[in-house]
């Protein structure tokens, strides 16, 4: 399948370096493309996970074990299924074993607040989770504020070589909630035993252009939305980076640090490796030091992160002396790359033998993950590059679907086979994101601010709508606030961004206490113990500070750009 826009025409197209703007995508499910892939690769390994390799024979059988398991476990074409897991082999048996059947993977952060693990199922229509044994206790509150018919728990020491596996169980596993076995809750040995009683049909015929994953995104408001992606959006995902990367893909190693409930983590990390017969190397628990020890030791080919990631690199010596001529792409998303922090890594890869410089790309979870990235033979300072082919960008006037002229800023329109389904259960943000143009096309509406010039390099300014980037995690302030409020002592709060050298940007929130309560240690350490209950490690307040009052617009809203333009003095003072 081609997919072809007609009357768009675009200066670019001709592209750089040799990239082919127009590309063959498949008409196969991701299930179906990866098995391919798998047949034709055997015995090279698909992934590896702390010094094991999984061959793409292994991991054919393993998929299939999945799909006749959950097919045991009485689960139907169309139905979605909690996937709550890290970067372990078992969330890549469930990515491709759901979709088999034609189920849906639903892809959450396992460090995630218990409210939330229950809205995520909510919002998912979900009532069937997979997660791994430290974190059964959440799921066990999770069942007081949502149905959970079954639960499948697998262990991290189920996917270790001996005598890792042992070391696993006895220094850690049985720290972890002992499993309560019973008509809901089933262990990962004992749920992949069912589907061996399977002997009828139980693989989906389905169209490769309807739901196949669901991630979960704030999307252009800062409201938590389940994102519907489809197998043609993965598929050509995956041919496009390949194209992109200018570089092969095919038997080269990828080091997926980023996690699997990330566009990024997914869609690139280990799709488009599994796609092209690479090997993704899996990051379970991330940490700068653990990072630099998997580049010596692995030496990889490609590597993704969040510019944090480089900042951090750059800062120590975990890296001293290693010959890091093995990588053939780095590339960084999920915030913007400053100028001055692109000038230190890409010399910071100079001196260690790389022959390669960082590329900047651009995306946003409603086309799976990356939909921009600076072409490998030229850059442009402040740019995030060129689009990936057969996606289209324009910059339309905010609020409208107006087109501005080369080099004014607008918001960022884009338009292409990556470009989500839709989220689940919101028409109104459906409407207001996905709108049809003068041209008769769809495009999405990215709520971010920006640039094109006429060489069709694009310029990323900021969010036309608030949200604070944190070490590469989005986090929506009126979430936070919601929850702090709810706090029996807390009359109104504020949460902003504060720049950090290392993060980015970290949570800062102001408090007003109700009459009756006074600013003390113990309110605040309620405070956090409270916020540490309901709120994601990631995006938990790193900074606390009472008032008696908060500024406010003429037409009474917080005015929070006064509190972010005074942290923003403090800084500079």
């Not at 096309?441 to 608030?466: A, C, N, P, S």
Request: net charge neutral; proline share 5%; with cysteine.
């Amino acid at each position: 399948m081609i997919y072809k826009i007609d009357n768009i025409i675009a200066p670019w197209v001709e592209s750089y370096g040799g990239v082919n703007p127009h590309l063959d995508y498949s008409e196969k499910t991701i299930s179906e493309a990866v098995l391919e892939t798998a047949a034709r690769e055997k015995d090279f390994p698909a992934l590896t996970f702390m010094g094991k390799a999984t061959s793409y024979t292994r991991l054919s059988q393993e998929i299939d074990r999945v799909a006749r398991s959950f097919h045991a476990l009485g689960v139907k074409s169309g139905q979605r299924v909690l996937v709550c897991l890290p970067n372990v082999p078992q969330a890549v048996f469930c990515l491709y074993g759901l979709n088999r059947i034609g189920a849906i993977p639903t892809m959450v952060h396992p460090l995630s607040a218990v409210s939330e693990l229950a809205f995520y199922m909510k919002e998912a229509c979900s009532e069937i989770a997979v997660t791994l044994d430290q974190f059964y206790d959440k799921f066990l509150e999770v069942k007081k504020q949502h149905p959970v018919k079954k639960l499948v728990v697998c262990r991290v020491s189920d996917e270790l070589k001996f005598p890792l596996n042992i070391g696993q169980k006895l220094m850690t596993e049985r720290k972890f909630p002992k499993l309560q076995v019973n008509d809901c809750d089933t262990s990962w040995a004992a749920f992949m035993a069912m589907g061996e009683s399977v002997t009828g049909e139980y693989v989906a015929k389905k169209d490769y252009r309807t739901e196949a994953v669901v991630l979960f995104s704030g999307g252009t408001t800062g409201t938590t939305k389940g994102i519907m992606l489809s197998d043609l959006n993965f598929n050509a995902l995956a041919w496009q980076t390949a194209n992109m990367a200018q570089e092969e893909v095919n038997h080269s190693k990828m080091l997926a640090a980023m996690p699997v409930f990330h566009g990024f983590g997914l869609g690139v990390c280990i799709h488009t490796m599994q796609y092209c017969g690479g090997t993704s190397i899996l990051v379970p628990r991330f940490n700068v030091k653990s990072y630099a020890k998997l580049i010596r030791k692995t030496q990889p080919n490609f590597i993704a992160g969040v510019p944090t990631l480089f900042e951090a690199i750059t800062r120590n010596r975990y890296l001293d002396g290693a010959d890091l001529s093995c990588l053939r792409g780095v590339f960084s998303g999920g915030d913007s790359l400053t100028i001055e922090l692109k000038k230190k890594f890409d010399a910071f890869l100079k001196e260690h033998n790389a022959r390669v410089r960082v590329r900047e790309g651009y995306g946003t979870t409603e086309c799976v993950t990356a939909c921009c990235l600076t072409p490998h033979d030229k850059e442009k300072e402040g740019s995030i590059g060129i689009p990936f082919p057969d996606t289209y960008f324009k910059i339309c006037k905010p609020g409208t679907t107006e087109e501005v002229p080369y080099g004014e800023e607008g918001e960022i329109c884009l338009t292409g086979p990556s470009m989500m389904l839709g989220y689940i259960g919101h028409e109104e943000e459906n409407r207001q994101t996905m709108q049809e143009h003068p041209d008769g096309h769809v495009w999405l509406h990215t709520g971010d601010l920006g640039k094109m010039d006429d060489e069709g390099f694009v310029y990323f300014r900021q969010r036309i709508k608030r949200m604070i980037v944190t070490s590469g995690y989005n986090v929506y302030p009126s979430q936070l606030e919601n929850i702090i409020e709810g706090h029996p002592a807390v009359q109104r709060s504020c949460v902003i961004g504060v720049k950090d050298a290392l993060k980015m940007q970290r949570v800062k929130a102001f408090i007003v206490l109700k009459d009756g309560y006074t600013p003390s240690l113990e309110i605040e350490e309620e405070l956090k113990a409270y916020c540490k209950k309901h709120i994601a490690k990631y995006a938990l307040p790193s900074e606390y500070e009472f008032r008696d009052s908060l500024p406010t617009t003429l037409v009474g809203k917080v005015a929070y750009t006064k509190l972010e333009a005074e942290e923003a003095a403090k800084a500079t003072a």
